[in-house]
Every structure is written in C-alpha cells, then in structure tokens.
C-alpha cells in the first residue's frame, strides 16, 4: 500500500458574515443573477472597470464605495464560488451596508474607545502592514528568473529513480492468495480476478491498478518484491501488514522529471515563502529586541541518590 508521495519541492477571524449575506448564500446560485444570460453565441459586451473612488451605497450619508467591495471581495471568508459578477457585487454591497450599519452603532456607543478594542486594532494594523509588506518584498525574489534558477539548479541535484507500474490483488489469507497466483499464473485474467476478490477498495475497481510508484512509497515486503519481479510476471504470495498480496508488474521505467511548467506554481510558492522569511529573520538581527517576560525555570536537575528500603522489608 503506498505511503505519503514526497513531493518535488521539499528537495529544496474573519468577518461574521452578517444576515443580509448569509441569506443571500442560502439561495440556489441561479437565482442570485440579476441579469439574464445572453444568448449562445451572443459575445458579451466589454463593460468599463469603475473606479474605485465610485459609490456604490450610502449608510446614513457615510459612502460606500467600489474600493470597499473590492477589498471585502478579497476576503477568504466571503468567497462566493458559483456566483456571477453581478450576484456577487449585489452580496458585496449588502454586506457592506450590515457592516457598515453595525460599525456606525459600534462606534456611537463607544466600543472603539475601550483599551481592549484599542489593543485589537493595533494589532490589526500591524498585521495587515506585515501582510503587505512581505507581499511587496515576496516580489522581488520569485521572478521567473529566480524560479527557472531553482528548477535547473534542483533538477540537477535529483538522482534518477526506477518506477515500477504493478496490479496487486489483495486477500486475508495466505491459502487464497495462493489459490489466486496459481489461477493468475495459469492464463486467468489478472483484472478480472482483482476486481472480483481484491479487498482493496482503491485499487480494486481498477483491476488492482496501482500505478507508477517509486520504492519508498510501498511498504518494505511489497517494494522488496515488486522491484525485483520483471514486466509480465505475477509473483508469490507476499504478506504485509495489510494481508496477502498477488503482484504483477506491468512495466519498469525510470522515473520522469517533471517539466518546469509543471513545477512553476509549487517554485513559486517555495520562493515567496523563503523570502518572506528571510525578510522577517534580517529585520529581526537588526532589530534591537528586549524580551521583558520571566524567562521559562529549567526543571531542577533529579538527585541520583539509591533508594533506601523500609527497615521492616524481609527477603523471601
């Protein structure tokens, strides 16, 4: 059975959304489009991008505008898969209208002037500059350049792998597996019988189809076994702790390298987040630092001392 893949990389609250969208999410996704669809074949007309200084809606004279929905659009917990552009904004715009409605009585009885909310948004604040910060300076480094670097410079370090495609049938008993390889072994077909008798569920409708895999993915008896059988061979029962296994290996490869535009996007991410982190460790060194906290006691050393008997004790 195969283990955790290794992937190619590791070789180098919210809002509550308040009732007004809430109730709008309930509602099939079809009835939240304000406009009709157009025709097949209709293209659809170019529509300019407002500004963001337009305003959408007025909350007691307070505007809102097409930057608020922009921002609230980019918030995770408001992300409305399956609705058009038109439904969206309509969801958006009352959304920011309850927002905007809790936040002005929020503000008229005073809950901003608290210490607590006063420490909350200043640690908001500072979080949301961290954010933007180390998105501008993530920039920087994952270009293309850097990460077509990254790849030719891993694809180089990766030693070829042999791969192995195999069906297995698996069963519960070393008496049926054998029954099983000697009906294999005999001319049956190896799909049909892996679908019938196989107690693998991932694999059993697929007549024991288990793919590519490289060595370190299976458990040591069933690689040991797979690795050293030939294309077209159907081996002996081999046991795991998952049960009895019948193997055949289909073919033998050496496994691909993946090209980069199959690698780009998990580069990237590799890139960002390297230097996102070498942002935050160089503004640390040259930071002057004061930790002000009671350090954490280390637990007092255990005396080594032999254990004295109770003076009644009697040897049996």
Do not use: C
């Not at 195969?2 to 309930?26: I, N, Q, Y």
């Not at 990766?158 to 008993?173: F, Q, T, Y």
């Amino acid at each position: 059975m195969p283990k955790d893949e290794s992937l190619f990389m590791p070789m180098l609250s919210r809002f509550l959304r308040p009732s007004a969208l809430v109730f709008a999410l309930s509602l099939p996704a079809a009835a939240l489009a304000q406009e009709p669809a157009a025709a097949p074949g209709t293209p659809a007309a170019p529509t300019a991008k407002p500004s963001p200084d337009t305003v959408v809606a007025k909350v007691n004279g307070a505007p809102i505008t097409q930057g608020d929905l922009n921002i609230a659009g980019e918030d995770p917990a408001l992300s409305l898969p399956g609705v058009d552009e038109s439904g969206k904004k309509g969801l958006l715009v009352d959304y920011m209208i309850d927002l905007r409605v809790g936040a002005q009585a929020a503000d008229a009885a005073k809950v901003g002037d608290s210490p607590e909310f006063k420490r909350k948004l200043a640690y908001f604040r500072d979080k949301l500059l961290l954010d933007d910060y180390l998105e501008q300076e993530a920039k920087k480094a994952a270009t293309p350049e850097a990460a077509k670097a990254l790849y030719d410079q891993t694809v180089k370090s990766m030693k070829p792998e042999e791969e192995v495609h195999a069906r297995h049938i698996l069963v519960d008993n070393e008496a049926d597996a054998k029954k099983i390889a000697a009906r294999v072994k005999g001319g049956e077909d190896f799909s049909k019988i892996a679908g019938e008798l196989s107690k693998d569920p991932g694999s059993k409708t697929e007549g024991g189809d288990l793919g590519w895999f490289t060595k370190e993915r299976m458990v040591a008896p069933f690689a040991e076994a797979a690795f050293k059988m030939s294309p077209g061979e159907v081996s002996d029962p081999v046991k795991t702790q998952f049960g009895w296994h019948v193997i055949k290996v289909e073919e033998k490869r050496t496994k691909p390298i993946p090209s980069f535009d199959e690698m780009k996007e998990q580069v990237d991410q590799y890139l960002t987040r390297k230097a996102q982190q070498d942002v935050i460790m160089k503004l640390r060194e040259a930071a002057k630092v004061e930790r002000t906290d009671a350090a954490p006691t280390a637990p007092a050393p255990a005396t080594s001392q032999p254990a004295t008997p109770p003076a009644d004790t009697k040897k049996p």
